[in-house]
């Protein structure tokens, strides 16, 4: 066991849990040295907005790296993330973040299970962990506690049409490299800008209940080439994400 009790009963109440230091600092260098390769390469999806750009990212970076597939399948995240959902889970995937420094805009408030093709999932959750240190200025991420349980937002796909969200308590998280967040799918968070000389750089990977189906969804993978996405474009409404693509993170059985 990982977390204690209280930890796994705060995370399903709150929707989301920081837990300090899964990664020593001799991995977090390691997996920023690859990282920062990666992101060099400059094969990157953008979220632009209205005043420049919230993010770019790598899409499927557990299958164009090995080493971000050993942080994907990490023993403590996957061992946290099971012990959260209690449940076995698959890997559904994992995206390197980039939220560059200086000029970086604020991730607006957003659930993410509406931009995952996946139903009968209902623990899917993201590992979210940093790879620099992200104080507020970096772009730390800030939760809703409690907003995976609310029924409005729940039906709601715009989070535009809630203003209320925005006069709900919420919590700001800054992390240290090495640090994790897990955050349930239908939990409220966003982040803020960047306003630092650093970039914010961090793997989310997604994981999902073992019997996760697939959920065909127009958000996702419009204008993507990635190989996920062209995975996704055989399969059928209804069919397991199961096999090589999405493989189980752990392995007691
Ligand atoms: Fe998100």
């Known amino acids: 066991m990982y977390l204690k009790a209280s930890d796994i009963t705060r995370y399903q109440r709150e929707g989301f849990l920081m837990v300090p ?3 020593t600092p001799e991995e977090v260098a390691g997996f920023f040295e690859e990282a920062a390769a990666m992101l060099s390469r400059g094969k990157t999806l953008h979220w632009p907005s209205e005043k420049g750009m919230v993010m770019d990212w790598v899409a499927d970076a557990e299958i164009e790296s090995a080493i971000m597939r050993r942080l994907a399948l990490h023993p403590v995240i996957t061992g ?4 959260l959902a209690g449940r076995p889970l698959r ?3 994992s995206e390197l973040l980039r939220k560059e420094g200086t000029g970086s805009t604020m991730t607006p408030p957003h659930i993410d299970e509406f931009a995952l093709p996946i139903s009968g999932a209902p623990v899917t ?3 979210w962990v940093a790879l620099v240190d992200v104080p507020k200025e970096r772009g730390c991420m800030k939760f809703w506690p409690g907003s995976h349980q609310v029924k409005a937002v729940d039906e709601a796909q715009d989070l535009a ?3 209320e969200m925005m006069f709900l308590p919420r919590v700001t998280l800054p992390l240290r490299a090495g640090d994790c967040t897990f955050h349930h799918a239908r939990t409220v968070h966003s982040a803020h800008a960047n306003e630092t000389h650093t970039t914010r750089i961090s793997l989310a990977t997604v994981y999902m209940d073992e019997g996760a189906r697939f959920e065909p969804r127009t958000l996702y993978g419009d204008g993507m080439n990635d190989k996920l996405s062209r995975h996704l474009a055989t399969m ?3 069919q ?3 096999g090589e693509c999405f493989p189980r993170i752990r392995w007691k059985d």
């Open 21 to 23: 230091q899964v990664l």
């Open 80 to 83: 946290i993330a099971e012990e």
């Open 91 to 93: 890997l559904f995937k």
């Open 125 to 127: 959750l993201t590992a």
């Open 161 to 163: 049409s809630h203003p």
């Open 236 to 238: 059928q409404a209804g």
């Open 240 to 242: 397991a994400l199961s």
